[in-house]
């Protein structure tokens, strides 16, 4: 992948292969080249040369829309809009809004407590952007929203990094709760929160510099291994 006026591939030679239920990690420095595989995953950028499959179907073969079913993101920018709580959670539904079944996503995602608590309930008006919530709030509104769509594949793109250790928490034990039952791509700068994945690629460079599980990878004592133990010395 190689976008425009950029001077190298944003990714060069790259391959990866996610088992379905399968826990993976993608770490590296900024560049390294993690946020665009999941751009084109999503296909909001095109590679120019190789190939993405999706169950043995290249992406581009699906429908944009068929293929983004399949995916639930929760990014540090999450886009929110100015309506309620149970609107923002069932977004895109083709099928409006399941009032028990936005309770449940919300219980699961630790703010039902807050919610309950507002004027209005699930009916409460969040703000532009959810102005009205904490940042931590919001993100636990981006996980409700993620279980509500019960996606197969889901893509944790630096999802605590902006987070107090509070929200982290919430936030990892999605991320353990949804282990084994659906296919998670976790992209992280902290580490500590992809120490459990099945499979961890170190990326440099736009491609695979080191791969294996946690353990395996510190005894190699490489980039990965450096990166753990600067982490754990700040």
């Known amino acids: 992948v190689h976008y425009e006026g950029a001077a190298t591939p944003s990714l060069d030679g790259f391959t990866l292969h996610i088992e379905p239920g ?8 900024s560049g390294a080249g993690k946020t665009t595989v999941v ?21 581009d073969e699906l429908k944009l829309a068929s293929l983004r079913r399949h995916f639930a993101v929760v990014s540090q920018d999450i886009v929110l809009f100015d309506g309620s709580v149970a609107a923002n959670v069932a977004y895109a539904s083709p099928h409006g809004i399941d009032r028990a079944k936005v309770e449940q996503c919300l219980r699961a995602a630790n703010l039902w407590n807050h919610v309950s608590t507002m004027a209005q309930g699930m009916d409460s008006a969040i ?6 919530l904490s940042g931590g709030q919001r993100q636990r509104l981006a996980i409700a929203r993620a279980l509500y769509r019960d996606a197969a594949i889901w893509i944790f793109d630096e999802a605590t990094s902006a987070l107090d250790s509070e929200s982290e928490a919430v936030v990892q034990r999605s991320i353990e709760d949804l282990r084994g039952s659906k296919t998670l791509i976790l992209i992280a700068h ?20 080191e791969q294996g599980d946690h353990a395996s990878l510190m005894a190699q004592g490489g980039i990965y291994a ?6 754990s010395a700040n």
Do not use: C, E, H
């Open 22 to 29: 399968q826990t993976v990690a993608l770490v590296g420095s």
């Open 190 to 209: 902290r580490l500590s929160t992809i120490r459990n994945a099945d499979r961890i690629y170190v990326m440099a460079d736009g491609r695979v510099a």
């Open 39 to 59: 751009n084109t995953l999503l296909r909001f950028a095109t590679p120019a040369s190789g190939q993405i499959q999706l169950d043995g179907v290249p992406i």
């Open 226 to 231: 450096g990166m753990v133990r600067i982490q």
């Open 127 to 132: 703000g532009t952007n959810g102005s009205k």
